[in-house]
């Protein structure tokens, strides 16, 4: 077949006149401006078509580095596809599936990128929990801040239960020199609640006082008398020995009687001359309140008896009175 004819499929070619648009054969162009089939008929007499200037309309293309290329000119294989009114007519519907495949490549390629991305993410952050602590990596900016507070308040906290515990332990150690102290203090007084009773020995400066019989014996009533004026000087511990040596310790409830044969019943013990009075306190005092004038030394000596004295640098009252059961009297509250 020469290039004016075409192959109508029947066996006999066809003349080659104006080719259609590229389409489904069988089907009219679908161009509102397109022209007539009838008119593009061999048989029907041919006129000449001026091409018609579109000054409203744009040229179809895409503009490349300044070059407009039309591709609605274009056919499947890359020829230019031209029209009856010698424009480039468009490729028709062939070219359609090609732009859709390019539409759902592009769309396919930004969902795979997508979940590219959002794995590496997934390792990164994994890395970063794994590496740290779980939760606070997990944790919100509000919740960070709000641990970080309480962590603060909580240090604050324990600084004030530290100083507290600082505070018992100097009060302790205070309290244990303060127990220790009153320790010391009741075991002083004690001990010299217990020298008043006689429950305990006691040594110390002081002196003795000796009374010899003359023409009289020596009479409790004058005992008594040189007790009491050695209290009223001061003597804090005392004790009486008779000829015997029977000691018998004298103390505030301490009473004397007299016996037979000029001998003292002392607290119930008998006791015969001479009888000698140890006493602990200060010497001088108690030597010049038993000289002063009609006291117990001229009284004695106005009898035909005697007093003598011996001061002592370390006088002992070793005589111990057993201590007194208390049935009715109760410290007072």
Known sequence: MSDEQS???????????????????????????????????????????????RPDEEPAGESVDGATVDLSAMSRSGEPVAGSDGLAEPAGVAAAPVAAGRFRWSTAGVMIVALLVLLGFTLVVQLKTTSTDPTLGATRQ????????????RESRLQQDIRALEDSQRQLQSGEQGRQ????????????????????????????VQFEAGVKPITATRVLDAVQELRGAGAEAMQISGGDRATVRIIASTYFLDGDNGSLVVEGRRLTGPFTITVIGDPATMRTALNIPGGVVASVRGVGGNVTFGEREVAEVSALHAPIKLEHARPVS
């Open 181 to 208: 102290a009153a320790l010391d203090e009741a075991t002083r007084r004690a001990n010299e609640l217990g020298i008043l009773a006689g429950t305990l020995p006691a040594v110390g400066p002081g002196l003795t």
């Open 7 to 53: 192959d109508t499929g029947t066996g006999w070619p066809q003349p080659g006149g104006p080719t259609r648009p590229g389409g489904p054969a069988g089907e009219p162009d679908p161009r509102p401006d397109a022209p007539d089939p009838d008119e593009l008929s061999p048989l029907a007499p041919q006129e000449p078509v001026e091409p018609r200037e």
């Open 142 to 153: 509000e919740d960070l801040v709000r641990i970080l507070s309480d962590l603060d308040a």
